[in-house]
């Protein structure tokens, strides 16, 4: 009996059928003789939309709301049902025993392979393939160690709780708050306590009053110090800073002390998802999404990582043994960095990496034991590729030793600092970075205590305190990791969501609320907005996958929180205006159109719902010539179909008014399919062979 592998995406399918031998292609999968490897495109099935409830759904109404069915169903995504109807023909087949769940080893995954098995109602013995690598050997490996399915049934509860939350709580929500105010206004479970992070700091930095205060420098002997009392060197009171450097001019400062002290930096812990992708954001400044599609393309295209989607920075203590193999592959592209570790037999110099207890699902992401080759990487992807290699090179080396020594000086009873700062043992940053050295550029190692040096030049320096940066978007990750919103899996996603419903904007690196999401902050009911309450749903879900939380109480409280949503927002006496009104009136119904971001630049969208005509701002230019100025003509989409425009010349005409313009190849196709048994002339038009082919016809 042959084994159905399920694998999430084609190009996984197609390394795991290599693997497993398997060498027969079709359509929809790839035998052996032993397993049949097929995939899913992503999602395959999903859960059913209020229409497919009642077709009267279709429509939004708020007196349909909330919409909450007493069983959520399943459907088929049409546009990817052949291949759904392919793995229900192989589900069919007698040669076939079992069903080896292969797609992505976490929840997410998990939802794909199980939502699909019950499309199938398949019966018979489901094992479950749990790898973190993509590599030959991985998977070899995974395939010796086979789990049963039921092992991940918690995980699977908690995908569906997760999914079924969101549909009944984003959908019903966007739903009241879209027909309540005739905006499209979209809000969520955790979207809106991210978008409501963003205007807390927006209103931080509009409340924030700037104050002025001063800082003094001064060159003390050889010494470059600043004022300093107790650990505070500002000084807001202008008329005493003017007096301090009035008072410490051309005087003497005695050495009132000379400290010095060691610090040890130990090692940086292996990456998780949640922390490279801060880490690239501002190193970079790639988003939050792009550092996941990267990381994705290094795991299952190149497999020089480990699985991308962690919320772990830790390893299992069975991992110490394959440091050696993994330092081997790397050798050859970081050469200088790798040898000492070589050297050292690969044994790790941060033993606390390696602790069981914290690593849940998966491990910390590190490189693989395949052998890199750089020059095969684009520039995104060697530099993410590289801050994971050194983080991981990091493990290899001592820590971070340095010597600091802090001198102060009295001056008239005024304390001045001098620093500098030695590096003892540069440890791990000989491969992730060191500090500059300034111990050449301070000579406060001959500095003694009671020495006197003269005042040679005071500064005084007026400044203005400053209001909080808005959020990057590696803030904003460190935030909703802080209260637990979202998983390292969906917190790209969810600042994408933001972004493509113009909640929020993005302009260098910052994210800014726009006029749409102010307004809807304050739409949305206090609770949804709650980044607590956000996160205490999120504990229920890890809770469910690990065993411990109850899967009805909780979606039973989710559809009570629903129609409470609901109900507040259709009580609400709240106001709602568009902040993107043109002058422009919708050439469909009349009413204004209203100026938004689309894909391929600004469009105008009229503002009724019930309408929805929409056209460029700056229309698209057509091959299309005007019959009158023989200039391009513009082409739009609106109620009746496609039509063309010149708007010089005011000519309007419908897409079907001339006949659709014919290829030189379909033209030649045509040509010679018509002159079989009589030759044409050459040059013959379109229109001609048209012409003849119907006369042969007659």
């Known amino acids: 009996m042959k084994s159905i592998v399920l694998a999430e995406k084609p190009s996984v399918a197609r390394d795991l059928a290599r693997v497993l031998g398997c060498s027969q292609q079709t359509k929809q999968y790839i035998e052996g003789p032993k397993y049949i490897v097929t995939w899913a495109l992503g999602h ?48 069919r087949r007698k040669d076939v025993g079992e069903f080896i769940i292969a797609t992505d080893a976490g929840r997410e995954g998990e939802l794909v392979a199980r939502w699909i098995l019950e499309k199938l109602r398949w019966k018979k013995p489901v094992k479950r393939l749990w790898i973190s690598s993509q590599t030959d050997r991985a998977i070899k490996d995974g395939f010796r160690n086979l789990k049963p399915a039921k092992e991940y049934d918690f995980l699977y509860q908690s995908a569906v709780c997760r999914s079924e939350a969101d549909w009944l709580i984003g959908l019903n929500v966007t739903r009241a708050l879209t027909t309540k105010y005739n905006e499209q206004l979209s809000a969520g479970r955790v979207q809106t306590p991210a978008l409501s992070m963003i205007l807390d700091r927006e209103a931080e930095i509009k409340a924030f009053v700037p104050k002025e205060y001063f800082t003094i420098d001064a060159k003390i002997g050889p010494l470059d110090a600043a004022w300093e009392n107790n650990g505070e060197r500002r000084i807001f009171d202008r008329s005493k800073a003017e007096k301090v450097v009035e008072l410490v001019k051309n005087e003497k400062g005695t050495v009132a002390s000379v400290q010095t002290k060691a610090k040890s930096e130990q090692q940086p812990m292996p990456y998780d998802l949640t922390e490279l992708q801060r ?117 290899f080396y001592g820590p971070y030793q340095t010597e600091t020594i802090h001198a102060v000086i009295d001056v008239k009873g005024e304390m001045f600092s001098a620093r500098e700062t030695k590096i003892v043992d540069a440890g791990f940053k000989k491969v992730t970075g060191k500090d500059e050295d300034s111990s050449d550029t301070k000579p406060l190692g001959a500095v003694k205590t009671g020495q006197e040096f003269s005042v040679k030049d005071s500064r005084l320096q007026k400044k203005l305190t400053e209001p909080p940066a808005r959020f990057n978007e590696a803030d904003l990750l460190s935030r909703m990791e802080k209260f637990g919103l979202g998983t390292p899996a969906t917190r790209a996603d969810i600042i994408e969501r933001l972004l493509s419903t113009e909640a929020i904007d993005r302009q260098n690196n910052r994210l800014h609320p726009t006029p749409k999401g ?181």
């Open 44 to 91: 395959l099935v999903e859960l059913k939309m209020p229409e497919d409830y009642n077709k009267e759904y279709k429509t939004w109404r708020m007196e349909d709301l909330p919409i909450i069915p007493n069983e959520m169903g399943l459907k088929l995504i049409r546009q990817v049902s052949h291949q759904f109807k392919g793995i229900e023909h192989l589900a």
């Open 279 to 395: 880490d690239a954001n501002r190193r970079f400044g790639f988003s939050a999404k792009k550092t996941s599609s990267v990381l994705q393309n290094l795991y299952e295209r190149y497999k020089l990582v480990t699985y991308p989607r962690t919320d772990s920075k830790y390893l299992t203590a069975d991992m110490e043994q394959t440091m050696n193999d993994r330092l081997q592959a790397l050798s050859s592209a970081y050469r200088d960095e790798v040898q000492p570790a070589l050297r050292n037999k690969g044994r790790v110099a941060a033993k606390k990496v390696f602790n069981n207890s914290k690593v849940s699902d998966h491990h910390a992401i590190i490189p693989t034991d395949e052998t890199p080759h750089l020059g095969d990487l684009s520039t995104d992807e060697r530099k993410l590729y590289d801050i994971i290699v050194r983080r991981f090179l990091a493990l």
């Open 518 to 698: 102010k307004q809807l902050i304050e739409l949305v009911n206090s609770e949804l907005k709650s980044p607590e309450l956000t996160a205490k749903w999120e504990k229920e879900l890890e809770d469910i996958a690990r065993g411990k939380g109850n899967p009805k109480a909780f979606l039973d409280n989710i559809r009570k929180q629903t129609k409470q949503l609901v109900q507040e927002i259709k009580g609400s006496e709240q106001t709602y205006k568009a902040h993107n009104l043109t002058g422009s009136k919708c050439p469909e119904c009349g009413e204004l159109m209203k100026e938004v971001k689309g894909r391929d630049g600004k469009m105008l969208v009229c503002s009724s719902r019930e309408c929805g005509f929409r056209k460029r701002k700056d229309p698209k230019l057509s091959n299309r010539r005007c019959p009158q100025c023989h200039k391009k003509m513009e082409i739009h989409n609106g109620k009746a179909g496609t039509y063309f425009q010149c708007r010089p010349c005011n000519v309007v005409e419908k897409a079907e008014d001339r006949k659709k313009t014919v290829t030189k190849r379909e033209e030649r196709q045509l040509m010679k399919k018509y002159t079989k048994h009589e030759e044409a002339p050459m040059g013959n038009s379109l229109a001609e062979a048209l012409k003849s082919a119907l006369e042969k016809k007659d």
